[in-house]
Antibody
Framework: EVQLVESGGGLVQPGGSLRLSCAASGFTFSSYEMNWVRQAPGKGLEWVSYISSSGSTIYYADSVKGRFTISRDNAKNSLYLQMNSLRAEDTAVYYC???????????WGQGTMVTVSS | DIQMTQSPSSVSASVGDRVTITCRASQGISSWLAWYQQKPGKAPKLLIYAASSLQSGVPSRFSGSGSGTDFTLTISSLQPEDFATYYCQQANSFPRTFGGGTKVEIK
């Protein structure tokens, strides 16, 4: 079964750090581009970051640029999001999503909740 | 950045109704548009990619059309399991952007 499973969410104080992980199974992870997408409580979807299949090309939303770092380990079939200098407005469910070639997000994880609060 | 504007933001409909949701891009995106369905507490699910291609396993009552800046998602005969929120997303360029969502509610 094709599956993505996120982990690493939790409660963190403003200014703190958190590292999210996304474990992939059921497909050749190294062949796919990957993304992080978040959704604040009661709000819509917001794209966060993209990484190419090899990891050589990376993009970020302006709202997280300089604070978040996306990475992947193809040997471990895993995607990561290192989040530093967290703010209250980063509170959201974070989803990892597989991208069809240059296209839509066809497989999503179940999401992991990140709460930034003192 | 490309802005995606969905309308309406919500629609009340009955089972069996035809429902149409529109999405407008602030600049041309060719056919690089996807539609997703999201139910409360669940991850989004891909319905349509490349503006009009039906994702595998998605019922044929869902269809998409359009190109350039104007796009449409149509549900030909609304079923009970279709009550959800729908989002469009442009896949033309980074940053990827989503529409604000359309909530389809029971009338």
């Amino acid at each position: 079964e094709v599956q993505l499973v996120e982990s690493g969410g939790g409660l963190v104080q403003p200014g703190g750090s958190l590292r999210l992980s996304c474990a992939a199974s059921g497909f050749t992870f190294s062949s796919y581009e990957m993304n992080w997408v978040r959704q604040a409580p009661g709000k819509g979807l917001e794209w966060v970051s993209y990484i190419s299949s090899s990891g050589s090309t990376i993009y970020y939303a302006d709202s997280v640029k300089g604070r978040f770092t996306i990475s992947r380990d193809n040997a471990k079939n895993s995607l990561y999001l290192q989040m530093n200098s967290l703010r209250a407005e980063d509170t959201a469910v974070y989803y990892c999503a597989r991208q069809r070639s240059h296209d839509a997000f066809d497989i999503w994880g179940q999401g992991t909740m990140v709460t930034v609060s003192s | 950045d490309i802005q995606m504007t969905q309308s309406p933001s919500s629609v009340s409909a009955s089972v069996g109704d035809r429902v149409t949701i529109t999405c407008r891009a602030s600049q041309g995106i060719s056919s690089w548009l996807a539609w997703y369905q999201q139910k409360p507490g669940k991850a989004p699910k891909l319905l349509i990619y490349a503006a009009s291609s039906l994702q595998s396993g998605v019922p044929s009552r869902f269809s998409g059309s359009g190109s350039g800046t104007d796009f449409t998602l149509t549900i030909s005969s609304l079923q009970p399991e279709d009550f959800a929120t729908y989002y469009c997303q442009q896949a033309n360029s980074f940053p990827r952007t989503f529409g604000g969502g359309t909530k389809v509610e029971i009338k």
